[in-house]
């Protein structure tokens, strides 16, 4: 629903007609947008991975350190399809 807002807000011409949390809407889409850009990358250099067997299903995650000492971390495992709505709700 975030972005689907900031999508809109971003069609506003005058942008002096949106109130400040119409812009931090677009400011926190924003923000989720290069996040998402960053975990769909191919995992490159820096990347520390530790993968899992759990019977029929591998877990692989990935770990960075950033230069500001926060960790960034990419998990990539099977999700079953009946969880799948409610943990994008």
Not at 12 to 32: G, R, S, T, Y
Not at 40 to 55: A, F, M
């Amino acid at each position: 629903r975030l972005l689907a807002a900031a999508r809109i807000f971003r069609t506003v011409k005058k942008k002096k007609l949106l109130q400040p949390k119409h812009l931090n809407i677009m400011e926190n889409a924003q923000n989720c947008e290069v996040m998402v850009a960053e975990l769909k990358s191919p995992v490159s250099d820096g990347w520390t991975k530790i993968g899992e067997s759990h019977g029929d299903y591998d877990t692989v995650i990935y770990f960075k350190m950033e230069e500001d000492a926060t960790i960034v971390c990419r998990l990539e495992t099977p999700i079953e399809p009946s969880l799948l709505v409610p943990m994008l709700s």
